[in-house]
């Protein structure tokens, strides 16, 4: 974990081979059906949205939400901002919007010429443009969505008032955090009472957990399986971003402490692929470091909803203080009075 103050673009592809994989991914996935896209991105969010009312009983409406790790895009924020609630978001990244040179200027500073070609491309295709107007549409929106507001700055310090937020979400962003265990607190600090939080991530020790193209793009041939764990496969990984590489055990560990009792999901889409390929490395004496349970683990999903207690346990664990001397005073009035008025005592 190193340069951990520092706020660099988390995207790590330098060559221009790798650069121009992307470029050529990015065209293919956009002319592949936008509208399955979008709506696959409002159908993962409305389920997000009816497991949040499960754990908190209300609806994320008319909400103080942030987002860790928003993105370029802004969809999911888009989203929750068209559905009247108050969304900001929190991105390490210089995320630009609309026409704005001094956006570029300053993403250039902070996150390099790299991450400027490919939004600028991005927008000059119009690819932000027509993901936007195809979620306006699909949520039938008559009015676009207005500028969003993302504060370029780390998960783990966002500077943001404690207990401000009804609602925290993270999509994907957590395993590129260098501070995990600090950004897991700061995600539990600045949410209210009451109020719950949802983190989906993908651990390192999953079959995509490098998030090399390939493996996320199905391309299973391409790679030899887990090949980011394994020494003999690791030099053909492309890992596409900076990774904080914590297995699903370990993060199982951290969230568990910075958030307690909360709910953590695995999710395991092929299991049944997976699970005798794992069970079949660890029997030629490979992969022994890691479970067949982390192997299959692809992403983590967790909820929890911040207790509101602890101030009122404090209140009401000095009340029943107070109410206890109360009683124990009143009792020992009795005992004297009963005593003084005793036979013995009047003699
Ligand atoms: C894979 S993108 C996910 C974007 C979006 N949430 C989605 O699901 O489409 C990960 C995002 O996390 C952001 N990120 C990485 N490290 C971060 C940090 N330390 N603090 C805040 N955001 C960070 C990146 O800049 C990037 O925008």
Not at 70 to 88: C, D, E, K, T, W
Not at 161 to 169: K, P, T
Not at 299 to 312: D, E, G, S, T, Y
């Amino acid at each position: 974990m190193s340069d951990h103050g520092k706020l660099r673009s988390y995207s790590t592809s330098s060559s221009v081979q790798a650069t121009l994989g992307q470029w050529r991914n990015l065209i293919r996935l956009h002319r592949q059906g936008l509208t399955s896209r979008v709506a696959a991105v409002v159908a993962e969010l409305r389920g997000i949205e009816a497991d949040v009312q499960d754990h908190a009983g209300a609806k994320v409406e008319d909400c103080r939400v942030l987002d860790i790790g928003p993105g370029q895009h802004l969809m999911q924020m888009s989203y929750f901002a068209a559905r009247g609630n108050h969304v900001i978001g929190v991105d390490r990244d210089v995320i630009v919007q609309g026409f704005d040179p001094a956006g570029y200027w300053h993403m250039a500073r902070s996150n390099g010429l790299g991450r400027v070609a490919k939004t600028a491309g991005r927008k000059s295709l119009g690819i932000d443009r027509s993901y936007r107007r195809e979620l306006e549409r699909l949520l039938g929106l008559r009015e676009p969505i207005p500028r969003l507001t993302v504060h370029q700055r780390n998960a783990w310090d966002t500077r943001l008032q404690a207990g401000s937020f009804d609602f925290v979400y993270s999509l994907r962003a957590f395993m590129h955090i260098h501070e995990p265990a600090a950004a897991i607190e700061e995600a539990a600090r600045v949410l209210a009472p009451g109020g719950v939080a949802f983190i989906d991530l993908m651990p390192y020790t999953g079959p995509n957990g490098s998030l090399d193209i390939r493996m996320l793009g199905g391309r299973h041939d391409e790679l030899a399986p887990w090949a980011h764990l394994r020494p003999q496969h690791r030099h053909l990984v492309r890992e596409s971003a900076h990774l904080n590489r914590l297995s699903a055990s370990e993060w199982q560990t951290l969230l568990t402490r910075g958030m307690p009792g909360c709910t953590i999901r695995p999710t395991k889409p092929s299991v049944d692929r997976l699970q005798p390929l794992a069970e079949e490395l660890h029997g030629q004496g490979e992969l022994l470091d890691f479970s067949v349970d982390d192997l299959v683990t692809t992403n983590l999903h967790v909820f929890w909803r911040k207790p509101i207690a602890r101030a009122c346990t404090a209140l009401m664990r000095s009340t029943l203080a107070v109410l206890i001397s109360v009683a124990n005073a009143c009792d020992s009035l009795a005992e004297w009075v009963n005593f003084s008025l005793s036979p013995l005592a009047l003699g």
